[in-house]
Nanobody, 122 residues
Framework: QVQLVESGGGLVQAGGSLRLSCAAS????????MGWYRQAPGKQRELVAT???????NYADSVKGRFTISRDNAKNTVDLQMNSLKPEDTAVYYC????????????????WGQGTQVTVSS
């Protein structure tokens, strides 16, 4: 079983920066993407950014130009650099990783971290 461990959350003023890091407990075989989701109080979990093993990125429109995702495939880590933070970025941020499994049928296995709180004060 793969465990994802996040670090780097905290409290920051609007306009500030934070860097989130996530490390997988072992290599994820047949991994496609790693990334970050977030969930604010009373809202559904939403995509923040993902990055595939071949370098394709996907960002939520609300974070484009402010957040940058990066990963180290050799170390099984994914980071999220968050700049120009806004109060609406306040949420629990979850690390995500997946693996493509072929048996019994082709499907995606998802792994999630425990979450790290990011609070942006106005």
């Amino acid at each position: 079983q793969v465990q994802l461990v996040e670090s780097g959350g905290g409290l920051v003023q609007a306009g500030g920066s934070l860097r989130l890091s996530c490390a997988a407990s072992r290599k994820i075989f047949s991994n496609n993407a790693m990334g970050w989701y977030r969930q604010a109080p009373g809202k559904q979990r939403e995509l923040v950014a993902t990055l595939t093993t071949v370098g394709s990125t996907n960002y939520a429109d609300s974070v484009k130009g402010r957040f940058t995702i990066s990963r180290d495939n050799a170390k099984n880590t994914v980071d999220l650099q968050m700049n120009s933070l806004k109060p609406e970025d306040t949420a629990v941020y979850y690390c995500y990783a997946d693996a493509v499994v072929s048996a019994p049928t082709l499907h995606l296995v998802e792994y999630w971290g425990q979450g790290t709180q990011v609070t942006v004060s106005s």
